[in-house]
Each structure stands twice: as C-alpha cells, then as structure tokens.
C-alpha cells in the first residue's frame, strides 16, 4: 500500500514490530505499527529535497502518533535545533518556568487560534477574510513547511509594519513554489536591527527570538520567516526551532517553552 502527501511525498506502507527506549529503562514494544519506506521525498509540490523520509505526526489513522495513542497517552514533544537532529518524546508533558498553551482543535491537522501579531510595540489583529477562517482553529502546525504562510493582505501589512521599524534598505526575493508573495530580506552587512515578534495565539503569547523572525539563506542575505499566500494559513518550522512542542491530544492543548533544543 502506498501513501501519497499532500507536498507528493510517496510512501510506501507495510505493519512492523517496533521498539522504542523508554524512561524507566523498559523497553516498550508496538506489534503492529505501520510503517513505511520514502521515496520521492520532497519541501514542497514544486521543489525537489534529498530528506530521507517523512514521520507522521498528525491526526490522520496511519499516523504514528495515532497508532501509539493509548500507549503514550495521547502526549508527544519535539524541539527543533536551527541545526542537527531533533528528538521526539513520546508520552511526557511540557512544564516549568516560562511555558504557555494554547486549546487544540484537531481536524485534519492539528490547528491553533491565531488572534495577533506584534511587532515591536505594534499589535497587527489578525483579520483574514475572504474564504480565510477567522474564528478558532484558523492556523494550523506543520514541521514540514518552514515559512509561516499568512494571508496576502495581512502579510503585506506586517511586512509594511516590519520594514518601517527596521533602519535598513529591504529587498523583496521571489522563492520556491509560484501563488505566494516575495519574501522580505535584508543584506546582512547592512545590520538591520531587527524588532521583538510575539505571535498572540489564544491563551499564549509567543516571543520569537531573531532567528525565528529571520533565517541566513546565504552569506549576504537574510529573510523574512513570514510568507503570504493564497491557500493554507500555516504555522511554519523556522518559527517552531528552539521550542520546546508539547501535544496532549486528550486535554486538547499545545505548549510552547523556549528551549536551546540542541541541549535538549
């Protein structure tokens, strides 16, 4: 059996017994997890990548974290180094100092209440429109997708707020897939100061640190980690590195705790 996603990856799906460490030093053992081989792994519809595999997190039945669901609870956590390998915990929760959750509402993704962006000391309410869902469950998570997808009109006047507060000369770069906007960037050497971002999400109030808002594409430019687009609003993985991610999909949250995830 084969299974297609929704960037073309194609998988090829068969049931395994695997076996995971565990905290208590017992290993735990699933009989019967479906498992699959990648092949013609790719970012994007349009854009090849030589990733070895993809992992199901989602809530769709083949997923893995829908196959271990009672045995972990309905919990899982990741955190995603700006480089390196991650690691996935499966069971636990996210607490301590500094951690703040949002409700989850699962559809076919796992989907969060976008209420605002800040910028510095300007708060931007996010106001969609069109076939765009304002109320609750109107941005969901994905770690396969590294820019944070918006819609056009309101990424167009984040980025008009953005490139007034930052003293430099912006350049606006056409990437990847066609549909969506350029992308706002900055040559380095021009030391753009970069302001605070906070994304408002119901009941969580994320500060993203300056690696989150932009990322190095090479050693003259940086770029905007905000994307407008015309389908999907989506929460992208350059915002979600040195987070600490915790799903539980029984009390139907996810928190966020800034974390240094290649010591994690």
């Known amino acids: 059996m084969e299974e297609v996603y929704t960037d073309r990856s194609q998988v090829a799906i068969l049931p395994l017994k695997l076996t995971f460490g565990s905290t208590s030093g017992q290993p735990l053992e699933m009989p019967k997890i479906i498992f699959g081989c990648g092949h013609n792994n790719s970012e994007s519809p349009n854009t090849p990548s ?11 039945s083949s997923s893995l974290i829908s196959q271990m669901a009672t045995s972990i609870a309905g919990k899982f956590s990741y955190c995603l180094p700006h480089q390196g390998s991650s690691t996935i915990n499966f069971g636990g ?9 949002t409700p989850l509402i699962i559809r076919d993704h796992y989907y969060l209440t976008l209420e605002a962006i800040s910028v510095g000391n300007q708060r931007l309410e996010f106001v969609s429109g069109g076939k765009y869902f304002i109320g609750a469950g109107n ?3 994905d770690t ?8 056009l009109e309101y990424h ?3 980025t008009l707020v953005m490139t007034n507060m930052i003293r430099a000369q912006p350049i606006e770069i056409k ?12 040559n380095i050497s021009s030391q753009p100061e970069l302001p605070e971002v906070t994304i408002h999400f119901k009941g969580a109030d994320v500060k993203l640190s300056p ?23 989506i929460y992208g993985n350059i915002m979600q590195t040195n987070f600490l991610i915790g799903y539980d999909i029984e009390q139907r ?4 705790k800034s974390t240094h995830c290649a010591n994690n």
């Open 139 to 141: 941005i969901f998570v």
């Open 175 to 186: 990437i990847g897939d066609p549909g969506l906007s350029n992308i706002l960037c900055y």
């Open 50 to 60: 030589n990733r070895t595999g993809t992992i199901g997190l989602g809530p769709g």
């Open 156 to 158: 167009s006047n984040l």
């Open 253 to 256: 949250t996810v928190s966020f």
């Open 93 to 101: 929760i996210v607490a301590g100092a500094g951690v703040v959750s």
């Open 144 to 151: 396969g997708v590294q820019r944070t997808l918006l819609p």
């Open 211 to 233: 690696s989150n808002n932009f990322q190095n594409i090479s050693d003259d430019l940086m770029c905007s980690a905000f994307r407008g687009g015309d389908a999907n609003t």
